[in-house]
């Protein structure tokens, strides 16, 4: 028997709920009103389209990168304590649950905290410091950054916690033999084995926060300054603008984007390898 | 295999009703009907039709909150009149998204049985309506329906501008909007490209500014002079927004904008007496609805005295207000709450919203950015 | 390892768990403060809209059926990644790219797209094969997959996954044995996160069930929370603590893990 038999109940399985979907949604990009056509194509060279993607794909690297560092801190923090103790039982349950929080609770979590009535607000008002002194930056792309963050930096404990369980403390005790310090260990022998790892889950990040979009449309519902927002408005505009062919025509360019990516990530993880050894 | 079954249990259930209706004679005739009837004499009477709607038992509505219009009382007082069970979907959905919904859900038992849509949208897809003109068709303006009843106008209010009035100074004009005790507090209930709440408030804000119903722009120019002043948050405006205070300033429908009211006592709504924007929601039955004769039941409801009476409690104005007042089954005391409205209201038609999103499509988002 | 390791270590863990608790638990605070506010500014706080949550009927059977939905979706996972991923990495390398960007393609799509595409084939599935809820799972299956592959991936990466399978099969054991009782013990820490991460995921799932009107746990949460602005903060806040506590039941599910020296070593 073949060996790749082994894999095809994935392949099938995937086939039939995530590429069939998939081409359908992809296949309506190429087809309007009159049949086949690249029309759905024509909104891509709008002012306001562009910015939408590449504020996207900013915002996603933003988040990403700073959810997977201080997200790997905080795992390398739950990693050195007692593997069986209650503690970590609760900050990975904690994770669990806030990596999938998101959407309008989220964003009133926010604005309850840091908003113009905001609890933290108020109380540096009263402290002497108007932190909105030069606009309310809550409502642009810095303050969504730190918004995501909330989700990505559980979500990137979940995913590398593994990994560094799997560091062993005979490599530390095998460096420190050869004469090595704190500074050797981590850059040629934990970081070059954490790395592919390491930019996984940034992946994963990014992706999540690439199509994220429940938060930010409730904390910054007008103009549609991201892709995702870009995409629900065709989808689902009620004064008439809604057309099913240009959001597929969107979503197949995010899912070129995050292609594209992907294989920036392979790329980069073959250089990190080499680069480390 | 499957088809042999099925044809063989039809064929069944046909003989049996031959048998019924050859025994009982007259009465009840079946829910098969109740799918194409036209109107519920076409089922055989109102009992009839009350009888067909119980045995389906169950009734699909969508983007139907409890705190619109006061829908809560008109799907609680329905359950507990007929015994039907309802089930509520998708409640913050867009009129789309139940277009959406229908034509997803296609035949299965959870496609929506009734619609209750913007104009624009409702207007883009009568192919999938199915006509029926309810027993006080009459009372309707001709304007207000369409002729053989595939859609009909049900309830509805005039723009207006809510807000808090311990949060903010009084609003007696749009121009207050622009002073400085507004600060990042004013919100639409929406984004205008998407919402049509939405282009309806900066279509209001336009008629207050100068502008018409064939002009946004102004609406729009004003939006851009809230933004420069920092007065405009782009927040979505919800309950627990405008109850915390983030958003104690909301471009709503009056009737939406009351429910705010609930959360917060100091609340009061605004029409500028010079910008009188009125639209009404528009109510269909699925072509398709799983449970035709309870989703016909329903729009009976509705648009009877009791269910109208009900949509005036929630401050939003029935279709059927003025053959209501003549006949006096009006509900005065909740008549009397309505907000005042002092002058001719204005109806976008069909071109002028369209020119309206054309020009938003091209515009807002640069405006507003 | 050093006393000055030791103490570096422990203040650096100190200061993250409390930098980070705050940076968490604040949000929940405020979101908490909200829900007890009463009707007007100057009102006594008040628990109302907490017990409002207590007196909703609709949300007990919303509340099963996402369990119900948790516990296919993770057994799914279980059932069809994990070994597809041992045996990938096992014997078909060079298929690993195209599982990972297979993994990566639900997150890509947003989920309002992915329904337009997924109407069709629940149209049909819904017609001859079955209606309830539970079909979800199929679908949610797909949307944890990004999470529980990179989990399990992570997992797998740290361990010697060849030299166990060489040893177990020289030992005689087939392949089940070697997957179930060999190699899925060492990752039990992933095994264990990517079932979290997956009950979690269907747990907090809105738009697909609302979108195909199916009345899920959220879905049930939007629709109490119109009734009132304290209420739909109060069942949000509720909703997270349900969802925690199940996670910390279902984390004693794994075995504790014997180590021949404990990471603080490290």
């Given at each position: 028997m073949p060996q790749?038999?082994?894999?095809?109940?994935?392949?099938?399985?995937?086939?039939?709920?995530l590429?069939?979907?998939?081409?359908i949604v992809v296949?309506?990009?190429?087809?309007?009103?009159?049949?086949?056509?690249?029309?759905?194509?024509?909104?891509?060279?709008?002012?306001?389209?562009?910015?939408?993607?590449?504020?996207?794909?900013?915002?996603?690297?933003a988040?990403?990168?700073?959810?997977?560092?201080?997200g790997?801190?905080?795992?390398?923090?739950?990693?050195?304590?007692?593997?069986?103790?209650?503690?970590?039982?609760?900050?990975?349950?904690?994770?669990?649950v806030?990596?999938?929080f998101?959407g309008v609770?989220?964003?009133?979590?926010f604005?309850?905290t840091?908003g113009?009535?905001?609890?933290?607000?108020l109380?540096?008002?009263?402290?002497?410091?108007n932190?909105?002194?030069?606009?309310?930056?809550?409502?642009?792309?810095?303050?969504?950054v730190?918004?995501?963050t909330?989700?990505?930096?559980?979500l990137?404990?979940?995913?590398?916690?593994?990994?560094?369980d799997g560091?062993?403390?005979?490599?530390?005790e095998a460096?420190e033999?050869?004469?090595?310090?704190?500074?050797?260990?981590?850059?040629?022998v934990?970081?070059?084995?954490?790395?592919?790892?390491f930019?996984?889950?940034?992946?994963?990040?990014?992706?999540?926060?690439?199509?994220?979009?429940?938060t930010i449309?409730a904390l910054?519902?007008q103009?549609?300054?991201?892709?995702?927002?870009?995409?629900?408005?065709?989808?689902?505009s009620?004064v008439?603008?809604?057309?099913?062919?240009?959001?597929?025509?969107?979503?197949?360019?995010?899912?070129?984007?995050?292609a594209?990516?992907?294989v920036?990530y392979?790329v980069l993880?073959?250089?990190?390898?080499?680069?480390?050894? | 295999?499957?088809?042999e079954?099925?044809?063989k249990?039809?064929?069944?259930l046909?003989?049996?009703?031959?048998?019924?209706t050859?025994?009982?004679?007259?009465?009840?005739?079946?829910t098969?009907?109740a799918?194409t009837?036209k109107?519920?004499?076409?089922v055989?009477?109102?009992?009839?039709l009350?009888?067909?709607a119980?045995?389906e038992?169950?009734?699909?509505?969508?983007?139907?909150?409890?705190?619109?219009a006061?829908y809560?009382?008109?799907i609680?007082?329905?359950k507990?009149?007929?015994?039907?069970?309802?089930?509520?979907?998708?409640?913050?959905g867009?009129?789309?998204?139940?277009?959406n919904?229908?034509?997803?859900?296609?035949?299965?038992?959870?496609?929506?049985?009734?619609?209750?849509?913007g104009k624009?949208?409702?207007?883009?897809n009568?192919?999938l309506?199915?006509?029926?003109?309810?027993?006080?068709?009459?009372?309707i303006?001709?304007?207000?329906?369409?002729?053989t009843?595939?859609?009909v106008?049900?309830y509805?209010?005039y723009?207006s501008?809510?807000y808090?009035s311990?949060?903010?100074?009084?609003?007696?004009?749009l121009?207050?909007l622009?002073?400085?005790?507004f600060?990042?507090?004013?919100a639409?209930?929406?984004?205008?490209?998407?919402?049509?709440?939405?282009l309806?408030?900066?279509?209001?804000?336009?008629?207050a500014?100068?502008?018409?119903?064939?002009?946004i722009?102004k609406g729009?120019d004003?939006f851009?002079?809230l933004?420069?002043?920092?007065?405009?948050t782009p927040?979505q405006?919800t309950?627990?927004t405008?109850k915390?205070?983030?958003?104690?300033?909301?471009?709503d429908?009056?009737y939406?904008?009351?429910?705010?009211?609930?959360?917060?006592p100091?609340?009061?709504?605004?029409?500028?007496?010079?910008a009188?924007?009125?639209?009404?929601?528009?109510?269909?039955?699925?072509k398709?609805?799983?449970h035709?004769?309870?989703?016909?039941?329903?729009?009976?409801?509705?648009?009877?005295?009791a269910?109208?009476?009900?949509w005036?409690?929630?401050?939003?104005?029935?279709?059927?207000?003025?053959?209501?007042q003549?006949?006096?089954?009006?509900?005065?005391?909740?008549?009397?709450?309505?907000?005042?409205?002092?002058?001719?209201?204005v109806?976008?038609?069909?071109d002028?919203?369209?020119?309206?999103k054309e020009?938003l499509?091209?515009h807002w988002?640069?405006a507003?950015? | 390892?050093?006393r000055?390791?030791?103490?570096?270590l422990?203040?650096?863990?100190?200061?993250?768990?409390?930098?980070?608790?705050?940076?968490?638990?604040?949000?929940?605070?405020a979101?908490?403060?909200?829900?007890?506010r009463?009707?007007?500014?100057?009102a006594?706080?008040?628990?109302?809209?907490?017990?409002?949550?207590?007196?909703?009927?609709d949300l007990v059977a919303a509340?099963?059926?996402?369990?119900g939905?948790?516990?296919?979706t993770?057994?799914?996972?279980l059932?069809?990644?994990v070994?597809?991923?041992?045996?990938?990495r096992l014997r078909?390398?060079h298929?690993?790219?195209v599982?990972?960007?297979?993994?990566l393609?639900?997150?890509?799509?947003?989920?309002?797209?992915?329904?337009?595409?997924?109407?069709?084939?629940?149209?049909?599935m819904n017609?001859n094969?079955?209606?309830s809820?539970?079909?979800?799972?199929?679908v949610?299956?797909?949307?944890v997959?990004p999470?529980?592959?990179?989990a399990l991936?992570?997992?797998?990466?740290?361990?010697?996954?060849?030299t166990l399978?060489?040893?177990?099969?020289?030992?005689?054991a087939?392949?089940?044995?070697v997957?179930?009782?060999?190699i899925?013990p060492?990752?039990?820490?992933?095994?264990l996160?990517a079932?979290l991460?997956?009950?979690?995921?269907?747990?907090g799932?809105?738009?697909?069930?609302?979108?195909?009107?199916y009345?899920n746990?959220?879905v049930?949460?939007?629709l109490?929370?119109?009734a009132?602005?304290?209420?739909s903060i109060?069942?949000?806040?509720?909703?997270?603590?349900?969802?925690?506590i199940l996670?910390?039941i279902?984390?004693?599910?794994?075995?504790s893990?014997?180590?021949?020296?404990?990471l603080?070593?490290?």
């Open positions: 790749w038999i082994a894999a095809t109940p994935f392949f099938l399985y995937v086939g039939i709920f590429l069939l979907p998939t081409a296949g309506g990009a190429f087809i309007d009103s009159n049949g086949l056509s690249l029309s759905n194509f024509s909104t891509m060279n709008q002012r306001f389209v562009i910015n939408a993607f590449i504020n996207s794909v900013v915002l996603s690297l988040t990403a990168i700073i959810g997977a560092v201080f790997a801190l905080l795992a390398y923090a739950v990693a050195t304590g007692n593997p069986n103790g209650v503690f970590r039982r609760l900050v990975s349950s904690a994770c669990g806030l990596a999938q998101g609770t989220l964003a009133f979590a604005i309850a840091l113009s009535a905001g609890l933290i607000t109380w540096l008002k009263q402290h002497g410091m932190i909105y002194a030069n606009g309310v930056w809550l409502y642009q792309l810095r303050g969504i730190l918004v995501y909330y989700f990505q930096i559980p990137m404990v979940l995913v590398f916690l593994p990994a560094l560091i062993r403390p005979q490599w530390r460096t033999s050869l004469g090595g310090g704190t500074w050797h260990y981590w850059r040629y934990a970081g070059p084995l954490l790395a592919p790892a930019l996984g889950s940034t992946l994963l990040l990014f992706a999540n926060a690439f199509s994220a979009y429940a449309a910054v519902n103009g549609s300054i991201v892709a995702s927002l870009l995409i629900a408005n065709t989808l689902t009620e008439g603008l809604a057309n099913p062919g240009i959001a597929s025509a969107f979503a197949l360019v995010m899912v070129v984007i995050v594209v990516i992907m920036l392979t993880q073959r250089r990190t390898a080499k680069w480390l050894q | 295999m499957k088809v079954a099925a044809i249990r039809l064929g069944l046909a003989g049996a009703l031959v048998l019924l050859a025994c009982g004679g007259g009465g009840t005739t079946s098969v009907n799918a009837a109107s519920a004499a076409d055989g009477g109102m009992d009839a009350i009888a067909a119980k045995k038992g169950k009734l699909n509505i969508i983007a139907t909150p409890p705190d619109w006061n809560g009382a008109i609680d007082s329905f507990a009149k007929y015994g039907i069970s309802i089930d509520s979907a998708n409640p913050n867009s009129s789309q998204d139940e277009i919904a229908v034509k997803q859900l296609g035949k299965t038992s959870r496609a929506p049985d009734v619609l209750d849509m624009a949208v409702t207007l883009a009568t192919e309506y199915a006509p029926y003109k309810v027993q006080t068709w009459n009372d303006p001709e304007s207000q329906k369409e002729s009843g595939l859609y106008q049900d509805g209010g723009m501008i809510g808090d311990a949060k903010v100074p009084a609003v007696t004009s121009q207050d622009l002073g400085s005790g600060r990042g507090k004013v639409l209930n929406g984004d205008p490209t998407k919402a049509n709440a939405a309806n408030g900066v279509m209001m804000a336009s008629l500014n100068g502008g018409s119903a064939d002009d722009s729009v004003f851009h002079q933004k420069a002043r920092g007065n405009f927040v405006a309950t627990a405008v915390q205070g983030q958003t104690p300033v909301v471009f429908w009056d939406l904008s009351a429910s705010h009211g609930t959360d917060v100091t609340w009061k709504i605004f029409t500028p007496s010079n009188i924007l009125g639209d009404y929601y528009n109510a269909a039955i699925n398709n609805a799983p035709p004769a309870a989703a016909r039941l329903w729009e009976e409801y509705v648009f009877s005295d269910g109208q009476n009900f005036l409690k929630g401050l939003a104005r029935p279709v059927r207000m003025a053959a209501m003549s006949s006096g089954k009006i509900d005065a005391a909740a008549a009397a709450k309505l907000p005042p409205v002092n002058g001719k209201p109806f976008l038609t069909g002028q919203a369209t020119k309206a020009y499509a091209s988002a640069q507003i950015g | 390892m050093s000055n390791r030791r103490l570096r422990q203040i650096f863990r100190v200061v993250v768990f409390l930098v980070v608790g705050a940076f968490f638990l604040v949000p929940i605070g979101m908490f403060e909200f829900s007890t009463g009707v007007t500014e100057d006594p706080r008040t628990l109302n809209a907490w017990l409002t949550i207590a007196q909703t009927p509340i099963l059926a996402s369990l939905l948790a516990v296919l993770s057994l799914g996972m059932v069809l990644l070994p597809t991923m041992i045996w990938v078909l390398p298929l690993s790219r599982i990972e960007f297979l993994c393609l639900p997150l890509t799509i947003p989920a309002i797209v992915l329904v337009a595409g997924l109407a069709p084939i629940y149209l049909w017609l094969i079955n209606d809820i539970l079909t979800l799972a199929f949610y299956l797909i949307l997959l999470y529980a592959y990179r991936y992570t997992g797998l990466g740290a361990i010697d996954v060849k399978a060489e040893a177990a099969r020289s030992l005689g087939n392949w089940g044995t997957m179930l009782r060999v899925a060492n990752m039990s820490v992933a095994i996160n079932c991460l997956s009950v979690a995921v269907v747990l799932e809105f738009t697909i069930a609302n979108l195909l009107n009345v746990l959220q049930a949460i939007a109490l929370g119109r009132n602005a304290t209420v109060a069942v949000a806040v509720a909703s997270l603590l349900f969802a925690f996670l910390v279902l984390s004693f599910a794994g075995r893990r014997a180590r021949v020296a404990r603080e070593e490290v």
